[in-house]
């Protein structure tokens, strides 16, 4: 395929930022990374839900637009690849997830708004792992404000994520599963992965692929 924009996208803990990092060393490519950990409202969220979940929305709402908009519109020319490890997409699965029926209901009315001037990638990486996978990966990494993060929270993310990406029909969606390998430590899986994303041709919509 012909890429220039790509997305690895994932659950918590998946491994979506250390492959986007990854790949984009060795292409030469420009990265972009969520700049989560600017955003007030996320160790609040995690401690009261209910109190902060929608303004955390909003905010990673405008964060996520004003980031993908600025780089995609404004590519590089140094730069033939554009990788980011989130969509805009991640918006309104997260939210869902979050925000009770009338909040979501007016959060949605303001995403499709913005949605319809996004660009969207030329593929979009969704790795796949389960929810015990998920947990151990966030222990491991250890950060503060994630440490009373429910597995059932992650579970519904998963969830949301699947529902979501099946109405999808813009963009092609590769599904990895990633919960038998180690890319990150594994040079002949992360190659494997390479070769997939790369070296193939997916249709619009969901496509799987076996490592």
């Known amino acids: 395929m012909d890429i220039r924009f790509l997305v690895i996208e994932g659950n918590i803990g998946v491994g979506k930022t250390s492959l986007a990092r990854m790949l984009s060393k060795e292409y030469d490519a420009k990265l972009v990374l969520e ?8 160790p609040k969220f995690y401690r009261d839900r209910d109190r902060y979940s929608f303004a955390l929305e909003l ?23 554009l990788i980011a490890d989130y969509y805009f997409t991640k918006s309104a699965i997260f939210a869902r997830n979050t925000l009770k029926k009338d909040e979501y209901t007016l959060f949605r009315r303001i995403f499709d708004i913005i949605f319809e001037s996004m660009p969207k990638p030329d593929l979009y990486v969704y790795l796949h792992a ?22 059932t929270y992650l579970e519904n993310i998963k969830t949301g994520y699947i529902n979501y990406l099946k109405h999808i029909k813009d963009f092609p969606i590769l599904i990895l599963d990633t919960n038998s390998i180690d890319f990150v430590h594994n040079l002949n899986q ?22």
């Open 35 to 42: 700049q989560f950990a600017d955003n007030p409202f996320l």
């Open 59 to 81: 905010t990673f709402l405008a964060d996520r637009y004003n980031q993908i908009k600025k780089e995609a519109f404004n590519f590089d020319l140094f730069h033939n690849l």
């Open 130 to 151: 389960d929810t015990d996978t998920l947990v151990k990966n966030i222990e491991i990494r250890g950060r503060n404000y994630e440490r009373d993060m429910e597995p």
């Open 190 to 211: 992360y190659n494997r992965i390479k070769e997939i994303i790369f070296n193939s041709e997916y249709k619009l919509g969901i496509n799987h692929a076996n490592l």
